[in-house]
């Protein structure tokens, strides 16, 4: 069995390890697994959650053997460089097999840097990797990646000794692993140049929109609205069925370009990514960058009063009307059948 570790940069939120990193954690078990099972490192920089042992149990249930925790002052605020800097330190001290993060703008910055310090290269967004050509051919890999804002996959060749990768959001679920880790949490204080620190964020002031965005991000049922819902007073029906089902509303562009809803509702390539089980999309007609950030729902049922439109033709389901007569009339049945 290899010493050398899998290392993973995990990110943080207040209560613990965010859903995206360990998704990566996942990922990590899995290229772990189709190598010669090497352990699992994670590597936490700046301060932990007021609730550090959530965040070891977290770890220790995805089967992490070791939590790297980078303990400076002045690594309290993010700067790319110095958190880079603090991974590479980990990377090179455990002569890391492979090193991945979540593919969040941060991560995707952090690892950038790492990939040049390193002297190696990193393919950003992946969503799967070929290990069988791994065994084959040393230092060699294929990895599949969401490019176009996740509308596209290709297939890239990684031919380097330590391979740098992000993961893109949402590309697996978080799973236990067989059996626990320790996350045995190694505090370390990386040396910083002050170099490091020139570009250091001094101030985050909340847009207000994130835990609207979350709440989209998170629910299980999306229903979303396109320009079919016809101004901003149409959607009383939608916002209903949204209630009913439990879920959240999701919402075309056109619909917060009109300033008919909030621009945190937007799903799309430049809205949030969603993977709901159930997206309900009305009124939409499924442009690619609508499709980039729905495509992920586990199942999809379409309501359009045009057959042919991209959105209907790729759903699971498609109901060919007026949403504004399909929706009140879904929202009656459900309302009696929830009593
Ligand atoms: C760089 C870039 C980034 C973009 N990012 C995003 C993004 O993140 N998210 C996004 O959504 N778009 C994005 N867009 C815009 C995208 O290209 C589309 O213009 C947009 O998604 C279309 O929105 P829509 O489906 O609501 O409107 P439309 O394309 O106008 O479609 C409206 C649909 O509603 C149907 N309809 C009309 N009336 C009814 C009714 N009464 N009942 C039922 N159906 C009805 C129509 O048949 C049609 O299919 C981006 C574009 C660019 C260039």
Redesign the pocket.
């Known amino acids: 069995m290899s010493a050398q570790p899998v290392v993973v940069l995990v990110e943080c939120e207040a209560d613990g390890i965010t859903l995206v990193s360990r998704e990566a954690v996942t990922f990590a078990r899995g290229l772990a697994g189709r190598l010669d099972d090497p352990p699992v490192h994670a590597v936490a920089v700046g301060p932990l959650p007021a609730d550090e042992e959530r965040v070891r149990d977290q770890l220790a249930e995805l089967g992490v053997a070791a939590l790297h925790h980078a303990r400076d002052d002045r690594l309290s605020a993010y700067a790319a460089a110095a958190w880079a800097a603090a991974v590479v330190e980990v990377a090179r001290g455990q002569d890391a097999t492979a090193l991945l993060a979540a593919g969040t703008p941060r991560g995707n910055e952090i690892l950038a840097h790492v990939a040049i310090r390193l002297d190696t290269l990193m393919a950003a967004n992946v969503v799967g990797i070929d290990e069988t050509e791994r065994q084959e051919v040393s230092g060699a890999l294929t990895v599949t990646r969401q490019v176009l804002?996740g509308s596209a996959l290709e297939e890239m060749r990684v031919d380097v000794p330590l391979a740098v990768l992000s993961v893109a959001g949402h590309a697996l679920d978080p799973e236990p692993a067989p059996q626990r880790g320790a996350a045995d949490v190694l505090a370390y204080a990386p040396s910083l140049d002050s170099d490091d620190l020139r570009a250091q964020v001094v101030r985050t002031e909340a847009s207000g929109d994130a835990d609207g965005a979350d709440a989209l991000t998170g629910a299980r049922v999306v229903v979303g609205?396109?320009?079919?819902?016809?101004g901003p007073d149409g959607f009383a029906d939608l916002l209903e069925l949204v209630d009913l089902l439990g879920g959240a509303l999701g919402?075309?562009?056109?619909?917060?370009?009109l300033g008919w809803r909030p621009h945190h509702e937007?799903?799309?390539?430049?809205?949030s990514r969603i993977s709901p089980d159930l997206y309900v999309a009305?009124?939409?007609?499924?442009?690619?960058?609508?499709w980039?950030?729905c495509q992920g729902a586990k199942t999809i049922l379409s309501?359009?009063?045009?057959a042919d439109?991209p959105?209907?033709t790729r759903s699971n389901y498609a109901v060919v009307?007026?949403?504004?007569e399909?929706v009140p009339a879904v929202n009656a049945e459900l309302r009696r059948r929830l009593g």
């Open positions: 804002g609205a396109g320009r079919g819902a016809g919402v075309s562009r056109v619909v917060t370009s937007q799903v799309g390539q430049t809205g009305c009124g939409i007609s499924g442009a690619i960058q609508h980039a950030g309501i359009n009063t045009d439109a959105m209907m009307g007026d949403l504004h399909i």
